[in-house]
């Protein structure tokens, strides 16, 4: 006996269950059991020869298609009409991400899509920070509006940095510390943006200290230095004001090299042609600062600014005053000089009292009767006011010091050196376009050789364009014959062979059946009667050579007429089959 037993379920029918009573072995032993019937069995290998010709259809459609890339994500449902609409005019397909709504197009059609969509002025808009708020859900709790709140803010900041021409996306991560009253000193924010870069595209110094400030001052209490940009390569853009002043001087030297070498380019290009000649231009700039202050005072331009005095005279009565009122004698005061002028010499104060003596009619030191002196007191200030002269010089920053040209020139067109007139000739040109100066040193060189050929080299054949293509369909091609040669022909050979067993028993059970129709007419002509009437089937399904003579035998006798008629009727289908 089996160990499976018939018990009965809550439904009323029967159910098959284990020794043990497992459903488990219940289920594969009727599993077992279905797989086991003739019918089945017969169209197990048709039906996993369809099974495997299906999995190669779905390897195929999915290896010969390319990978998606998503175009769009997050879009309005007015905006993926349009952007659908266009993509159909445009016949570039696309699909739906079900599992965010995100439109993906393949990744050779990407970039022709957004030139299709720019072009339209598509997307119209895209997620911002008020829509983030607006699907705030009520009864949000603190910590829940703080990060929503948050990320509306980096939502907005990134739509903001990415109108930068060379911005292509940008996304910004904030790190604000919620205020607290049981905290003395706050962390204070930081901000960290990673920018995605236009192919071939670079930003200035100047664009990126314009996103640090731009996030800087969207954020209170944010200082510029808190701020790292960072682009799609790992590249660190801000330095934080570290090293800015060389960064500024070598890209004023780039400036200013770039400027001179474009001067040489456009005068040249004209003249020998594209490709003809190049020229490197090196430039010294002095980007030293200095700052002199000078001040003088000038000898001559000494002025009296201020004078004060009081004198008094007491002379003798009835005499007459003569002399200069408050002189001690009959001679004037010596002229008054300038601070830091040498005193006058005994020379000159001669001179001045004789001067002082012709003047008022006394006669000279030499033995001419002397005026009675007169008692004067003076008292004077003076101030004098000397001229002074303040001149400063600052010397110009990025000034060039020293420039050095030098430009090759291809042979000519006979494949000759140019000759000495023409080098000089066009040296004067390459002299007069850059500002040639010999007193700070310039040096311009001109030199003629014969450039190497560049071939074009072609590219390697695994870079073409179809490459990706025919092996994208030639994996299709290959998991397709492995699932059919690896499965499906086992399959098929077990169904054929199946088949042909079961056209063999088919046929073995046909001869039995024969055989034992035979055995049983035999027994029954053994035991027939002579008189019994024979028929035409009983004659064609005797085997035996002796029973079937004795059966025609009876049979002419018992009707020859008929019998006639088939002896006839079987000669004609042998003169048929001879003709």
């Known amino acids: 006996m089996s160990d499976a037993n018939i018990a009965t379920t809550g439904s009323g029918l029967p159910a098959l269950t284990g020794a043990g009573g497992s459903p488990i072995d219940a289920a594969r032993l009727k599993l077992t059991g279905f797989f086991k019937q003739p019918a089945?069995?017969?169209?197990?290998?048709?039906?996993?020869?369809?099974?495997?010709?299906?999995l190669s259809g779905l390897a195929w459609l999915a290896l010969r298609e390319p990978p998606q890339r998503d175009l769009f994500r997050g879009l309005p449902e007015g905006d993926k009409a349009a952007v659908a609409e266009v993509l159909d005019k445009s016949n570039i397909p696309y699909s739906f991400d079900q599992s965010n709504g995100s439109i993906t197009v393949s990744e050779d059609a990407y970039f022709d899509a957004k030139m299709k969509l720019a072009a339209e002025g598509l997307p119209k808009s895209a997620p911002d920070g008020a829509s983030m708020i607006d699907s705030m859900p009520m009864g949000a709790s603190r910590a829940v509006e703080g990060e929503k709140?948050?990320?509306?803010?980096?939502?907005d900041l990134a739509r903001t940095i990415e109108q930068i021409g060379s911005v292509q996306k940008a996304r910004v991560h904030l790190a604000v510390e919620p205020?607290?009253?049981?905290?003395?000193?706050?962390?204070?924010?930081?901000?960290?943006?990673?920018l995605q870069l236009t192919g071939g595209r670079s930003l200035s110094q100047e664009q990126v200290d314009a996103i640090v400030h731009l996030v800087a001052s969207s954020v209170p209490n944010m200082t510029p230095e808190s701020v790292s940009v960072v682009d799609q390569?790992?590249?660190?853009?801000?330095?934080?004001?570290?090293?800015s002043g060389q960064d500024k001087q070598i890209e004023v030297?780039?400036?200013?090299?770039?400027?001179?070498?474009?001067?040489?380019?456009?005068?040249?290009?004209p003249i020998l042609g594209a490709g003809k000649f190049s020229a490197e231009v090196h430039a010294e700039v002095n980007f030293s600062e200095r700052q002199a202050t000078r001040e003088t005072y000038p000898q001559d331009e000494a002025r009296l600014r201020a004078e004060q005095?009081?004198?008094?005279s007491d002379a003798a009565t009835g005499s007459t005053a003569g002399g200069i009122p408050g002189a001690i004698a009959a001679a004037p005061p010596p002229t008054p000089t300038a601070p830091g002028t040498p005193p006058p010499?005994?020379?000159?104060?001669?001179?001045?009292?004789?001067?002082?003596?012709?003047?008022?009619?006394?006669?000279?030191p030499q033995g001419a009767?002397?005026?009675?002196?007169?008692?004067?007191?003076?008292?004077?200030?003076?101030?004098?006011?000397?001229?002074?002269?303040?001149?400063?010089?600052r010397d110009a920053v990025g000034t060039v010091k020293r420039l050095s040209i030098a430009v090759a020139l291809d042979n000519g067109t006979d494949g000759k050196p140019r000759n000495a007139q023409e080098v000089a000739a066009l040296e004067a040109l390459v002299k007069g376009a850059v500002g040639f100066d010999q007193a700070r040193g310039d040096v311009v060189a001109l030199s003629s050789r014969k450039f190497a050929s560049v071939e074009d080299t072609p590219a390697a054949w695994y870079e073409a364009s179809w490459v990706p293509l025919a092996v994208r369909n030639v994996s299709a091609l290959l998991v397709t014959l492995v699932l059919l040669l690896g499965i499906g022909r086992p399959l098929l050979k077990r169904w054929a062979a199946s088949k042909a067993e079961a056209a063999a028993a088919e046929a073995a059970r046909q001869e039995q059946i024969r055989q034992e129709i035979s055995t049983a007419i035999q027994e029954t002509a053994e035991v027939r009667d002579p008189e019994a009437p024979v028929t035409l089937e009983q004659i064609s399904s005797t085997h035996d050579y002796q029973d079937r003579a004795a059966l025609i035998r009876d049979f002419v006798k018992q009707d020859p007429d008929r019998a006639a008629l088939v002896v006839r009727d079987l000669l004609r289908e042998g003169k048929k089959d001879d003709g």
């Open 369 to 393: 009767p002397q005026m009675p002196p007169y008692k004067t007191n003076e008292t004077f200030n003076r101030q004098f006011e000397l001229g002074r002269e303040i001149s400063v010089t």
């Open 345 to 364: 010499t005994a020379a000159q104060l001669a001179a001045q009292q004789g001067t002082a003596a012709g003047a008022t009619g006394a006669p000279g």
């Open 233 to 243: 390569s790992g590249r660190l853009l801000s330095n934080d004001g570290q090293d």
């Open 40 to 54: 089945v069995q017969k169209s197990l290998p048709m039906a996993g020869l369809l099974g495997v010709t299906a």
């Open 179 to 194: 205020p607290s009253i049981f905290l003395r000193e706050q962390m204070k924010p930081t901000a960290s943006v990673m």
């Open 149 to 155: 709140l948050r990320s509306a803010r980096e939502v």
């Open 253 to 269: 030297q780039n400036k200013i090299e770039e400027r001179y070498r474009q001067s040489v380019m456009a005068l040249l290009t």
């Open 309 to 312: 005095g009081t004198w008094n």
